[in-house]
C-alpha cells in the first residue's frame, strides 16, 4: 500500500504544471509518504527525499499560509530522522529552528500545538545529548510540560506526550544525579503505558524508556527486583518491534546490557548468553554507516572477554 501511495504521489506531483497552487501540496505528501517508508525500511534513500520534497513544499508555501506551520514542523521532523541516523549537528540545528518557526506560526488553541511543543523538546533533547547544555534540556522539560498541560486526558497522543516528558527527566537525572527526577521519569512513563493501545506503534518506544529507568535505578539503589522489571520491559519493547524497525538494534543492545548487568550480580552463565546473542543481533541489525556501530562492537568485546573470564575458551 505504501509503495502504491508513492508511486500515486510521484505521478500526481508530475502532472503539475510548475505554476499550480497545489504543488505545494504534492511535494508534502511525497515527503510524508517516503518518511513513513524510511521509518519501516531505515533506508537513508528514503529519508533524502522526504528532506528534499519537505524542502520544495516549505518554498512554495505562502508567509501566511495556514499549512506553513505543519510544513516547518514536518522539515524539522526529518532533518533530525537525519541528524539521528547520521549525527550531523547541522541537521539537528535546521530542526530546531524549523520547530520553533512551527510554534510562532501556530496559534495558542491550534489543537497541533501540544504535539509541536512535543518535537521541539525531543530535539532541544537531541542537542542536549550532543552538546552537554543544560539549559537546552531545561527548555526541552518545559516544553513537555506545555506538551501534557495542552493535551487532553483522554487524547490518544497523552502517551507520547507522558513518553517523552518522562525521557527528558531520565537525561535530567542522569546529567545532575536527582533522584527525584527519575522517580518522577518512571511516573511519566507507567502513564505513557496506562493510555497507550496494546497495538499502538509507539507501545514499544514506551516500554524501552521503561526498561532504561529501572536499570538505571538499579545501579544508583542496587534494588534486584529494578533490574528483573528492566529486562521484563526491554523484553515487551523488542516483542512489539517490527523486525526491520530501525530501532530494533538499539533495543536489542538495551536488552543485552541488562542481561549482562544480571550476570554481573547473580552469576547465571544463560544471562550471560543472552547478553552476547542480544549484542550480536544488534550488531547484524545496525548498518555499516550508523553511529551506534562502534558502541556495539565495543560491548560485543566485553561480554566475550567475561565469558572468556569465566569458562576459559580462547
Given at each position: 500500500d505504501l509503495q502504491k501511495a508513492i508511486l500515486h504521489s510521484e505521478e500526481a506531483l508530475a502532472a503539475m504544471p510548475r505554476s499550480s497552487p497545489n504543488r505545494a501540496a504534492g511535494h508534502n505528501n511525497l515527503g510524508v509518504v517516503f518518511f513513513t517508508r524510511f521509518e519501516r525500511k531505515g533506508d537513508l534513500g528514503d529519508l533524502r527525499k522526504a528532506i528534499k520534497h519537505?524542502?520544495?513544499?516549505?518554498?512554495?508555501?505562502?508567509?501566511?499560509?495556514?499549512?506553513?506551520?505543519?510544513?516547518?514542523?514536518?522539515?524539522?521532523?526529518?532533518?533530525?530522522?537525519?541528524?539521528?541516523?547520521?549525527?550531523?549537528?547541522?541537521?539537528l540545528q535546521r530542526a530546531i529552528k524549523h520547530g520553533q518557526e512551527a510554534l510562532a506560526a501556530t496559534p495558542q488553541d491550534h489543537p497541533d500545538r501540544a504535539m509541536r511543543h512535543h518535537n521541539q523538546g525531543e530535539w532541544l533533547s537531541a542537542r542536549f545529548e550532543r552538546i552537554g547544555n543544560l539549559d537546552d534540556l531545561r527548555e526541552a522539560i518545559q516544553h513537555g510540560e506545555e506538551t501534557i498541560a495542552a493535551t487532553p486526558q483522554d487524547h490518544p497522543n497523552r502517551g507520547v506526550a507522558n513518553n517523552g516528558l518522562g525521557a527528558r527527566l531520565y537525561l535530567k537525572f542522569e546529567r545532575l544525579?536527582?533522584?527525584?527526577?527519575?522517580?518522577?521519569?518512571?511516573?511519566?512513563?507507567?502513564?505513557?503505558?496506562?493510555?497507550?493501545?496494546?497495538?499502538?506503534?509507539?507501545?514499544?518506544?514506551a516500554y524501552?524508556?521503561?526498561?532504561?529507568s529501572f536499570l538505571r535505578r538499579f545501579k544508583r539503589i542496587g534494588d534486584l527486583s529494578d533490574l528483573q522489571k528492566s529486562?521484563?520491559?526491554?523484553?515487551?519493547?523488542?516483542?512489539?518491534?517490527?523486525?526491520?524497525?530501525?530501532?530494533?538494534?538499539?533495543?536489542?543492545?538495551?536488552?543485552?546490557?541488562?542481561?549482562?548487568?544480571?550476570?554481573?550480580?547473580?552469576?547465571?552463565?544463560?544471562?550471560l548468553e543472552k547478553a552476547i546473542e542480544c549484542g550480536e543481533e544488534a550488531f547484524a541489525a545496525t548498518p555499516q554507516d550508523h553511529p551506534a556501530r562502534a558502541g556495539i562492537c565495543s560491548y560485543l568485546g566485553n561480554v566475550f572477554c567475561r565469558r572468556f573470564q569465566r569458562i576459559g575458551d580462547i
Open positions: 519537505s524542502e520544495e513544499a516549505l518554498a512554495a508555501t505562502p508567509q501566511d499560509h495556514p499549512d506553513r506551520a505543519s510544513r516547518h514542523n514536518n522539515l524539522g521532523h526529518w532533518l533530525s530522522a537525519r541528524f539521528e541516523r547520521i549525527g550531523d549537528l547541522d541537521d544525579g536527582d533522584l527525584r527526577d527519575l522517580q518522577k521519569a518512571i511516573t511519566h512513563g507507567a502513564e505513557a503505558l496506562a493510555v497507550t493501545p496494546q497495538d499502538h506503534p509507539d507501545r514499544a518506544n524501552n524508556n521503561m526498561g532504561n529486562i521484563k520491559y526491554y523484553e515487551e519493547a523488542l516483542a512489539a518491534s517490527p523486525q526491520n524497525h530501525p530501532s530494533r538494534a538499539d533495543r536489542q543492545g538495551n536488552m543485552g546490557g541488562a542481561f549482562f548487568r544480571r550476570f554481573e550480580r547473580i552469576g547465571s552463565l544463560g544471562d
